[in-house]
């Protein structure tokens, strides 16, 4: 009997007033839209119940850092365990030992199946042109020491946040670790490039999927956010590293599949890599003499 699931991104708008009402709203009726769908897992994308705060620098961050006993948090969580909905809750975390970009990840009975926070902190310098605003992360976010994975929905996900997914390393240790799917939340603007960024937005999801035989469920922010323009193209990749379906790149967007996630251990079959691979070379890359 194939082992078929249907999963979800929910490719919300971008918001420029940080209104929590509207955009708590906006993201319960794509709950709701997903349970007539009947989705059995869904993710939100990076930071999604703010702007993209981190392309500028602000002193009053804090207001965008909820605890994770927030009411909104509660409210989404809620309503996906009386949906059946397994559910990636991505959100700027305030914690007693930090602020942390997380996604807090709750299966299908609402039972919280894990806590992943952001380890690949980036930070770039803004560049000349319409949308060249740069990324301060590293001003707001601390970074998190785990590469876990996570029993949801009757398969095993690892999540890897916006910048983590251009680690190939990090990916790997998810996939030997288990994982058949990695869960991608993400805020991928154009910056000054537009034809450069677009260009390259599916490289890294394709890669991640191929290279490990895993299902790759990615989810962007869409639309204009101040100077920032992010791509949308919400997608699915399966483990041949091709893509199932796209979302578009004008406007939010509940993008769902059907996946087999029998497909997984066919991929890595036709492609061993885990026979073929050489950790016994691979000591420079983790910092091993």
């Not at 989705?39 to 119940?49: K, P, W």
């Not at 991608?184 to 599916?202: G, L, N, V």
């Not at 490990?212 to 399966?238: F, I, K, P, Q, W």
């Amino acid at each position: 009997m194939a082992r078929t699931l249907t999963v979800a991104a929910a490719q919300s708008g971008s918001v420029e007033d940080g209104d929590l009402r509207t955009i708590t709203e906006a993201a319960h009726a794509l709950l709701d839209e997903a349970a007539r769908l009947q989705v059995r897992l869904l993710t939100f994308g990076e930071l999604f119940l703010t702007p993209f705060f981190a392309n500028r620098l602000v002193e009053d961050f804090d207001r965008y850092f909820l605890a994770d006993t927030h009411e909104v948090l509660a409210g989404l969580r809620e309503k996906a365990r009386r949906h059946g909905i397994a559910l990636v809750l991505p959100f700027a975390e305030r914690a007693a030992d930090g602020y942390f970009n997380s996604a807090f990840v709750y299966d299908v009975d609402g039972r919280e199946a894990g806590r992943y926070r952001k380890t690949h902190i980036p930070a770039y310098f803004p560049t000349e042109g319409p949308g060249g605003t740069g990324s301060f992360e590293k001003f707001y976010f601390a970074p998190g020491g785990k590469l876990e994975t996570y029993a949801v929905a009757g398969t095993r996900i690892g999540v890897q946040i916006c910048n983590d997914r251009l680690y190939p390393e990090a990916s790997r240790a998810l996939a030997l670790a288990g994982a058949e799917m990695i869960v991608m939340p993400i805020a991928f603007s154009t910056y000054a490039d537009p034809r450069q960024r677009t260009s390259i937005w599916e490289i890294p999801l394709r890669a991640r999927a191929y290279e490990n035989g895993v299902y790759v469920l990615a989810c962007n922010r869409v639309g204009t956010e101040g100077a920032r323009h992010h791509l949308g193209r919400s997608m699915v990749v399966d483990p041949r590293g091709m893509i199932l379906t796209e979302a578009g790149t004008e406007k939010p967007q509940l993008l769902t599949a059907e996946v087999d996630l029998d497909a997984v251990s066919a991929a890595r079959k036709k492609f061993p890599w885990w026979r073929d691979r050489r950790p016994d070379l691979y000591g420079p890359l983790a910092g091993v003499e």
